[in-house]
């Protein structure tokens, strides 16, 4: 193709995650004006490392099944294409590791291509669960041995939380089959994930195909055509309007031209683009200087039409939104109009410097005479290899202990549950003992993976039946907070501070697979590990701390 200029421009080609990503991101790919693409970060790059070790350990399993073929790029991507055209032009029945050639401006490579009807249907493989049980629902699901023979299983839902970014990538693969004329048919218009999840109780191996049909209306979504401002549409349909979308993104981008600008979505946060798109919003932008309960592109699009592109003009927009606000969220209704008054609200306090303030009264801070600290750390398998245990004798920080039940060798899920009773035993000790003495004991953490992923070791989760307080649940029952409920964000209105640098659960996952290693950085690894949840546990103790130190004079009898 050739430009305005005359000059020959390649073809703008987008694989099969374009759809389901910000359109600004697809522009900075592709805009002559961006700077070089950054680079993932060490955490973000563990994960995608993590998801191919597992595409290729189910990818095994795949090639032992009855009449697959197994792909490879040793001899170059145009290879591997020539030789899965030829396979699905015998008809093998599964292609493992397949490239598909280019189809107008899409590419793609799903995982597995499953013989069915009148050519093939796409499967891919993923590093996230799949399962949600739900006991009046089913979905058809089939095994690794036989792909193509599906069963209808009752007690799952497809309703998951990865489904639409699943079924668009999906639908780029069947779009893709469609246009060389080597799909399955109407007939099956269908798409499948291996997840993580274990279905070995459902005659899984440990795993399953789990189907997601695609041309069936599912979910309202906004609709600047209909009078309502929603329409339900399926999976095709929606990937038929983001691709478009974003091919004209790609395309104007290329072109050295924009028809998008940066908004801050809650995409923003795992995006390479985020520094840059800041940059480019400027210093007054109101969609970045929102931290947390962010509208969608097309809410702050609407918003920015309106003229509110600023903290100061956002904090003078009125208190009901506007008309149609509510049909380009992802829940209308009243959490829409929540999300407006939260907005508004939230550009107030900005311009204020208030950082949280009580929803009412201010509440009485939760204490006992004995106070335990409580935080885990799991790796990238989600076995815990950390369970932090701080102690300190009422609100008396010169008493704290801090002293961890952890293994810094790799887990097996005889070895976890092993850490798991230790950590009961523990914890159990200083319970009866402060009983013993007469004293309260209260079990601190904040938000629920300290109870949601200790749940099926039942020492533990006898101890925290009786024990734990959600924090970060009863914070934000009692607080409002500008920036969001993190403990990462709201312990540091307090002055508090970690002891190490780039602290968080995904970095912690890269720390543990570097002391698992033995190599000449374990060490570093392992301090680090000890040092960042020590703060951790620390950081709950300071925000109640903090606030008491908060509360008003008036307030405090």
Known sequence: MRGEDGTERAQVLLGGYPAKRCA???????????????????????????????????????????????????????ANTEATLAAMHSGVPLIVNGRLPRAGAMVG???????????????????????????????????????????????????????EDDGLQLAHYTRMLQALGLHAGDDYVMGGIIGSSDYSDLGGDPWL??????????????????????????????????????????????????????????????????????QVAGPEDASFAIRTGLPT??????????GLTTVADLATAGDDPPEPWSPRDTQPGGRAQQKYSALVRRARMALSGVAFEPHEDWPQVPSADVEVDFDIEWDLEGRIYLWGLRVRQGQDESTAVFDPVLSYAPLDDDGAADLAQEFATRLGRVISEAEAAGKSVTVFHWSHPERSRTSNHPAVHALLERHALDLHAWYTKHFFPRDGASIKVVAPIFGF?????DAGGAESQVRIEVARGGGEDAAAAIEWLSRYNESD?????????????????????
């Open 24 to 78: 600004r991101a697809v522009h900075n790919d592709f805009s002559p004006n961006s700077p070089p693409r950054p680079a993932v970060d060490a955490a973000t790059q563990t994960l995608f490392d993590a998801g191919n070790a597992f595409e290729t350990l189910v990818n095994a399993r795949l090639g032992e099944a009855a009449g697959a073929v197994v792909m490879s790029d040793d001899d170059g991507w145009d």
């Open 497 to 501: 501070r970690w002891a190490v640098d």
């Open 209 to 278: 195909v789990v189907w997601y049909e695609l041309n069936a209306p599912r979910k309202d979504t906004f609709s600047a055509s209909t009078e309502s401002g929603r329409a339900k549409r399926s999976l095709l349909e929606r990937y038929d309007h983001e691709f478009a979308f974003r091919l004209q993104v790609a395309e104007t981008a290329r072109a050295g031209d924009e028809i998008v600008r940066p908004f801050h979505v809650t995409e923003c946060a795992r995006c390479v683009w985020e520094e840059y798109c800041v």
């Open 537 to 557: 546990v620390a950081a709950q103790a300071a925000i109640r701390d903090g606030l008491r130190r908060s509360r008003p004079e008036r307030d405090a009898h």
């Open 297 to 306: 592109a097309q809410q702050w699009r609407y918003l920015y039409d309106l």
């Open 109 to 163: 490579a799903p995982d597995l291509l499953v013989l069915m009807g009148e050519g093939y249907v796409p499967v891919d493989v993923k590093l996230h669960g799949t399962r949600q049980d739900s006991a009046r629902r089913a979905v058809w699901v089939s095994s690794l041995a036989e792909p193509s023979r599906r069963w209808k299983q009752v007690g799952l839902s497809d309703a998951t939380r990865s489904m």
